[in-house]
């Protein structure tokens, strides 16, 4: 197994224990997004609610973020229009992306879906290229399916 990997399953168990007890859609993805963050020193890493057939901007870490992005648009727009996972090994070659900040060189963005619909996406950036794999879609996806169970959503 990878280090990589032995983190990320250290990093679920982590927030398995945070959403336990705690009720609040908003503490829970700011602590997700703080714990991914600080544990593998991403660049950015926060959420964008579906809010008036926009993304708007929710908690993150890292500096300030583009507020709002349309359907289709970007790298996030795309991941739910598309409903999946996006891995983008150099952003400056994505058709369209949007760029909230010129230190960012790659991206991945996980959509949480709740009965069939997008509530939300995790985007996360690295100032480094192809910093993303499998092994960060594997575990990305399993921790916003611990997000989509509990139904966390902008209130």
Same mark, same amino acid.
């Given at each position: 197994?990878s280090?990589?990997?032995?983190?990320?399953?250290?990093?679920?168990?982590?927030?398995?224990?945070?959403?336990?007890?705690?009720? @609040?859609?908003?503490?829970?993805?700011?602590?997700?997004?703080?714990?991914?963050?600080?544990?593998?020193?991403?660049?950015?890493?926060?959420?964008?609610?579906? #809010?008036?057939?926009?993304l708007?901007?929710?908690?993150?870490?890292?500096?300030?973020?583009?507020?709002?992005?349309?359907?289709?648009?970007g790298?996030?727009?795309?991941?739910?229009?598309?409903?999946?996972?996006?891995?983008?090994?150099?952003?400056?070659?994505?058709?369209?992306? $949007?760029?909230?900040?010129?230190?960012?060189?790659?991206? $991945?963005?996980?959509?949480v879906?709740?009965?069939?619909?997008?509530?939300?996406?995790? @985007?996360?950036?690295?100032?480094?290229?192809?910093c993303?794999?499998?092994?960060?879609?594997?575990?990305?996806e399993?921790?916003?399916?611990?997000i989509?169970? #509990?139904?966390l959503?902008?209130?």
């Amino acid at each position: 197994m990878s280090s990589k990997a032995a983190t990320y399953q250290t990093v679920v168990k982590q927030i398995q224990a945070l959403l336990q007890d705690e009720t @609040d859609s908003i503490a829970n993805l700011a602590n997700i997004a703080a714990v991914l963050h600080t544990t593998f020193g991403f660049w950015w890493t926060g959420f964008y609610f579906v #809010k008036n057939n926009e993304l708007v901007l929710g908690p993150f870490q890292g500096p300030v973020a583009c507020t709002r992005i349309g359907f289709g648009k970007g790298v996030c727009g795309t991941a739910w229009q598309q409903k999946q996972t996006i891995v983008v090994p150099d952003v400056h070659q994505f058709p369209g992306h $949007i760029a909230c900040s010129a230190a960012s060189n790659s991206e $991945i963005v996980v959509p949480v879906i709740v009965n069939n619909v997008v509530t939300m996406v995790l @985007d996360i950036d690295s100032t480094d290229f192809a910093c993303f794999d499998d092994t960060d879609k594997q575990y990305l996806e399993e921790i916003v399916e611990l997000i989509a169970q #509990k139904k966390l959503a902008f209130a």
